[in-house]
């Protein structure tokens, strides 16, 4: 006895040596391929950081030739080759109270405090990681978990891009912890609220989630935030004679018909977003009905999920749900590969329910999230033109309905899986009521 209890110490301290060497590994791929990497002029921060200086001097935000004039005339843009035309403003005007901070500071400075922003995200998505997973910190789960969410790439392409996914996610995350607790309510809607405000399509889906498992409060003060945050900058706009609901559906309407959002086949950067539409309009041309199956077969799989979910929640399971909430998220509306940071909470539910007799659940689910380790749009972008294979490959229908929407194949797995795991529960929990 005592010579296994030595060998089972030994393979634990083992186990933990190599958790901490792969987490100092990890974390080093995060800060090359993230903050290291981070141009003078993140595509997506430059969209927002111009629409949001437009909001604050009084001008039409969704207003090409305004946002233009902006541009030029920012500290700290001088001699910028930016393509103008590629100045977009696809967000709601709650965004913009939110980012008026960093938009009133000089462009490169602007950067510089958005890329920190980021940084202190991740820190929060690891520790509100190890909070709903329930593993500490110094443990080889709670060491494997923060090494996996630093070597989630969309986590990286947020950085190089300035988006807002990563700081809404972890701003989903953190509210998520805080109405665990029960008693912090208020803080949880909150910050669930900022979270919407930064990016809607991210976080509504977990306002909703909450709401349906009993936090009536903590969704109705995140209703009212964002509610708040949106009226505020809407009376910034309408004060200044703007008419932006219909200037906000004028750029929507361009950038999803014909525009870099157009799920349909003849837009060539259609493979770079992750949601089922472009799939489907492999198969299906008219729009209506397009979106009427990807609906459809979303909603089949939340109310397969709504009936499978046991009645005695315990942490796994409610992680599960998270991570099928996250999944779902991602493939019913519009969401390129950076939105998958949201993958953070599957990857939670996997480090926090695993056990031996799961090993196959275990293997699935690695396999279906191991692909958003790599970049593959990116990938595609930098070698499509000069490799010939590669060129072909995005050609041939293999390459149109299978390897480029691999991460919406990746999606649906893990919505399936989860859904599978959430029966099986529900089954278990069935034959013990049933029992002797």
């Given amino acids: 006895m005592n010579d296994s209890a030595a060998k089972r110490a030994r393979r634990t301290r083992t186990a933990g040596r190599l958790a901490g060497a792969g987490l100092l590994l990890a974390a080093g791929v995060l800060l090359w391929r993230g903050p290291l990497s981070v141009p003078a ?114 986590i990286q392409t947020n950085f190089r891009l300035g988006q ?66 949106t009226g505020l900058g809407a009376a910034r706009l309408w004060l200044a004679g703007v008419d932006w609901p219909t200037g906000l559906a004028a750029e929507l309407a361009a950038f999803t018909d014909g525009g870099h959002g ?64 996250a999944a779902l998220s991602l493939l019913v509306v519009y969401h390129r590969f950076y939105d998958a940071v949201l993958l953070a909470l599957p990857v939670c539910a996997l480090l926090c329910g695993w056990r031996r007799r799961h090993r196959i659940v275990a293997i699935l689910a690695v396999g279906l999230l191991l692909p958003f380790a790599v970049n593959l749009p990116a990938a595609v972008r930098v070698f499509g033109g000069r490799v010939g294979w590669v060129s072909g490959l995005v050609e041939s229908p293999f390459g149109r309905w299978v390897a480029l929407p691999v991460y919406t194949w990746c999606l649906l797995g893990l919505a399936l899986l989860a859904v599978g795991v959430l029966s099986r529960r529900r089954g278990a929990e069935r034959g013990a009521d049933d029992g002797p």
């Avoid at 969704?62 to 541009?71: G, H, K, M, N, S």
């Fill in 164 to 229: 807002l996914g990563l700081p809404a996610t972890a701003l989903v995350m953190l509210g998520l912890w805080a109405g665990w607790s029960g008693r912090r309510w208020a803080v949880s809607g909150l910050v669930l609220g900022l979270a919407v405000g930064l990016k809607p399509q991210l976080s509504l889906p977990f306002v909703l989630y909450v709401l349906l498992r009993g936090g009536w409060r903590e969704a109705g003060v995140a209703v009212a935030v964002a509610a708040g945050l």
């Fill in 262 to 325: 157009d799920p349909m086949p003849a837009n060539p950067h259609r493979w770079q977003m992750i949601d089922l539409a472009p799939l489907t309009h492999l198969a299906i041309e008219h729009r209506g009905v397009a979106a009427a199956v990807v609906w459809g077969l979303v909603a089949g799989l939340a109310a397969a999920a709504w009936l499978a979910v046991p009645r005695r929640g315990d942490r796994p399971t409610e992680l599960t749900v998270l991570g099928l909430v």
């Fill in 41 to 154: 002029e993140p595509y997506d921060f430059t969209q927002v950081y111009v629409a949001t200086r437009a909001w604050l001097a009084g001008g039409d935000v969704y207003d090409l030739a305004t946002r233009r004039a902006v541009w030029r005339e920012a500290p700290g843009t001088t001699g910028s080759r930016r393509d103008a035309e590629a100045l977009t403003a696809l967000y709601p005007p709650g965004l913009y109270p939110l980012l008026g901070p960093a938009a009133a500071l000089p462009f490169p400075w602007a950067v510089r405090a958005w890329t920190a922003v980021g940084g202190l995200s991740v820190v929060a998505l690891v520790v509100a990681g190890w909070r709903l997973a329930g593993v500490r910190p110094a443990s080889i789960r709670g060491l494997a978990l923060a090494a996996a969410l630093c070597l989630l790439a969309p």
